[in-house]
């Protein structure tokens, strides 16, 4: 289990977008954020405004997730031309990128799931990770 690299008492919750440490609360950014060295990315222009750095360990908590999808059904995502072709539009990266960085998630959620391109984006991504899942 992950601690927070700021206090190094509780959980993380959060990730620095300058430097990728974790931390677990307000207080704990504030304390950070002064002494914060950005890490460069050899990511290149086009995938850093989208995409962030997340490690494996970052997204699959054995511990924290009840429902999780497989990592081989996550791979899919990035080997489809319909997503490629989906995360090519520039309101669905602005809108992917709101919610990611909104303090309520849920209520950013609710939000994007009222544009038509997004749920077309939820869509491809449930059909992409659902093939297949009474084989796991």
């Known amino acids: 289990m992950q601690i927070c690299s700021v206090c190094s008492e509780h959980t993380?919750?959060?990730?620095?977008?300058?430097?990728?440490?974790?931390?677990?609360?307000?207080?704990?950014?504030k304390n950070h954020k002064?002494?914060?060295?950005?890490?460069?990315?050899?990511?290149?222009?086009?995938?850093?405004s989208f995409y962030t750095e997340r490690t494996e360990e970052d997204l699959l908590h054995e511990e924290d997730i009840i429902d999780k999808v497989p990592l081989e059904k996550l791979q899919l995502l990035g080997q489809s031309k319909e997503m490629r072709d989906?995360?090519?539009?520039?309101?669905?990266?602005?809108?992917?990128?709101?919610?990611?960085?909104?303090?309520?998630?849920?209520?950013?959620?609710?939000?994007?799931?009222?544009?038509?391109?997004?749920?077309?984006?939820?869509?491809?991504?449930?059909?992409?990770?659902a093939k297949g899942r009474d084989d796991s």
């Open 12 to 29: 993380p919750k959060y990730r620095c977008p300058a430097c990728k440490i974790r931390y677990c609360s307000l207080g704990c950014y």
């Open 34 to 48: 002064d002494s914060c060295l950005p890490v460069v990315s050899e990511v290149t222009e086009a995938k850093d």
């Open 86 to 129: 989906l995360l090519c539009n520039p309101h669905l990266r602005q809108l992917l990128r709101s919610i990611d960085s909104a303090d309520v998630k849920d209520e950013a959620m609710k939000a994007a799931m009222q544009e038509p391109l997004f749920v077309e984006f939820s869509d491809q991504c449930m059909k992409l990770t």
